[in-house]
C-alpha cells in the first residue's frame, strides 16, 4: 500500500475529506500536525507531532519516521507547514516546490519583491516594524504610469526610491496571515493611523505571538488595486501549470476589509481575461520558483489596464471546505502526490461555494433555517461550523466562517442565486459580549501579550 504524510493543524477542515479519500484509492494516508508531543497519540490517529514554529525538529520527526513507515508523498493543507512540507520532501527525495519558493510564497513582502523584480505587476509597497508609529511613515513613489487615462503605481527598485507621503487608497496588511485577516484598506492619514493601530494589536495578541513568526513583527503598506478579483486553483507538473478552474468572486472586494464570501467556476468573465489571468499567475509561479505541487493563486485585474495583479500565489490547494466545489479533488491530489499524472478534469456543470460571512462579534446561540436554505434548488448542502456558544470574530481579526453552502447548476449565474437565496433563508442568533467579560480579556491579553 502507498502511502502519503499529509502536514496539517489539528482543527482543519480538510483532514476528514481526505481520509476518506484515500480510503477510496486504498492509499494509507498518515498525518503530520501540529500539536502537543507530552501526550501519546491522543486522538488515536498515529499522527506525527510537529511543531510549526521548529522546522528543523519538525522535519527532522518526518525524516525519522519514513525510515520507519515509508513515505510515497507529501501534501500540505493550510499556509503555515508550507516550508515543513518543502523541506521534509527534498530530505526525502520526493518531488515537490523547493523550500526557498514555499517560503517566498508564505511572505507577502518577498513574494511582491520577487514578482516586481521579474518585472510584473505589483503595487506599489513598503515594509515597517510593528513598533513604527504610523505618523512618521512614508512609502517608496514611483513615476505613475498613464495607460488609457488611467494611472497604475509600479514598486520602484530600492536605488530607484524616494520618500515621500503615503498615497491613498493604501492598504494594511500582515506579512503572514493568511484568509483576509489582517488585511484595512485606508483611504486617509486617519484612516491609515486607525488600520495600523488595528493591525498591531492583532499581531501582538496572544493567539498571533503563539505563532512563534518572526515575521509577524513585520506590517506590509501597499496601494490599493482596483478591479475585480479572481482565484485560480492548479498543479504544477515539474514547472508545467495545469488549472482546474478560476473562480468568479462576484462580490465587491473593495474594503475597508477585505472578507471572501462567493466562489464560482466556471468563470464568467471573457476568454481573453482569464487567458491574461492563466498567464499572469503562470508567470508569478515561476518568478517565485514554485515547481511542482498544488498553488491556489489571487488576483486582481486592473478594469482601465487590463494588467493581472497576483496578489498570491500559496504553495498549498484551497483551504477549508471549499475544496468540495471541485468533484474528486483531494483522489486528483492524492495520486499526483504519488507520482501519478492524472487527467486534469474540466467540470461539466457550473459550482460554487459560499463561505458564510460572520455578520457581528458575540456568542453564537443558534442558526435557523438551515433546512430551509437546503430546500433550494441546486443547493447541495449547508454546513454550520461554528459551534454553539462559540465566540464569533469577524473580519479583520477573526480567523473562521460561520459556514459553508455549496451550490452546483447548469451555469454560474444559476449558482450565485441560488447561494445568495440560501443564505437569505438563514437567521443567526448571536448575543453580544458582555462588556465586563470584554475588558477583562483586554486586560488579560496585555499583560500576558
Not at 66 to 72: Q, V
Amino acid at each position: 500500500m502507498m502511502r502519503v504524510l499529509l502536514l496539517a493543524t489539528t482543527t482543519g477542515y480538510q483532514t476528514r475529506s481526505f481520509a476518506e479519500a484515500a480510503k477510496r484509492l486504498d492509499v494509507e494516508l498518515v498525518f503530520a500536525t501540529d500539536r502537543c508531543d507530552m501526550i501519546d497519540d491522543p486522538w488515536r490517529d498515529g499522527a506525527v507531532p510537529i511543531r510549526f514554529y521548529d522546522e528543523d525538529r519538525s522535519v527532522a520527526s518526518i525524516v525519522e519516521l519514513a525510515r520507519i513507515r515509508p513515505i510515497d508523498g507529501i501534501l500540505v493543507v493550510g499556509d503555515r507547514p508550507t516550508v515543513i512540507a518543502a523541506r521534509a520532501a527534498q530530505a526525502l527525495g520526493l518531488p515537490g516546490h523547493p523550500p526557498e519558493a514555499a517560503a517566498i510564497a508564505r511572505n507577502k513582502e518577498m513574494m511582491r519583491t520577487r514578482l516586481r523584480d521579474a518585472g510584473l505587476p505589483v503595487p506599489w509597497f513598503i515594509r515597517s516594524s510593528i513598533d513604527h508609529e504610523p505618523s512618521a511613515l512614508s512609502h517608496p513613489a514611483s513615476a505613475p504610469v498613464e495607460t488609457d487615462g488611467a494611472t497604475a503605481r509600479l514598486a520602484e527598485p530600492p536605488e530607484a526610491r524616494r520618500r515621500q507621503p503615503l498615497s491613498y487608497p493604501c492598504v494594511v496588511k500582515p506579512v503572514a496571515l493568511s484568509g483576509s485577516r489582517g488585511v484595512i484598506r485606508a483611504d486617509d492619514p486617519a484612516a491609515f493611523a486607525a488600520a495600523f493601530e488595528r493591525l498591531r494589536a492583532l499581531l501582538r495578541s496572544p493567539e498571533v505571538r503563539s505563532e512563534r513568526n518572526d515575521a509577524n513583527e513585520t506590517i506590509l503598506i501597499e496601494s490599493f488595486i482596483p478591479g475585480r478579483e479572481y482565484a485560480v486553483e492548479a498543479i504544477l507538473q515539474h514547472g508545467a501549470l495545469h488549472v482546474l478552474a478560476i473562480f468568479d468572486k462576484p462580490d465587491p472586494l473593495d474594503g475597508p476589509f477585505f472578507e471572501e464570501t462567493i466562489y464560482v467556476t466556471p468563470s464568467a468573465s471573457s476568454p481573453d481575461v482569464q487567458n491574461a489571468i492563466v498567464r499572469g499567475v503562470t508567470a508569478a509561479a515561476t518568478a517565485i520558483g514554485l515547481h511542482h505541487g498544488p498553488i491556489h493563486a489571487e488576483c486582481r485585474v486592473h478594469p482601465s489596464t487590463g494588467d493581472v495583479f497576483v496578489l498570491e500565489v500559496a504553495a498549498r490547494p484551497i483551504g477549508g471546505l471549499c475544496a468540495r466545489v471541485l468533484r474528486g479533488f483531494e483522489e486528483l491530489l492524492l495520486r499526483h502526490a504519488l507520482g501519478d499524472v492524472p487527467d486534469w478534469p474540466a467540470e461539466a456543470s457550473a459550482s460554487g461555494v459560499m463561505m458564510i460571512p460572520i455578520p457581528r462579534r458575540g456568542y453564537l446561540r443558534r442558526v435557523d433555517g438551515v433546512d430551509a436554505a437546503r430546500a433550494v434548488p441546486q443547493i447541495e448542502d449547508v454546513r454550520i461550523t461554528a459551534k454553539q456558544d462559540q465566540l464569533l470574530v469577524p473580519l479583520p481579526e477573526g480567523a473562521s466562517y460561520l459556514g459553508f453552502i455549496f451550490a452546483r447548476a447548469s451555469d454560474p449565474s444559476a449558482v450565485e442565486r441560488a447561494l445568495r437565496e440560501a443564505h437569505a433563508r438563514l437567521a443567526f442568533f448571536i448575543d453580544p459580549e458582555l462588556p465586563l467579560l470584554a475588558a477583562s480579556q483586554t486586560r488579560y491579553n496585555h499583560r500576558h501579550g
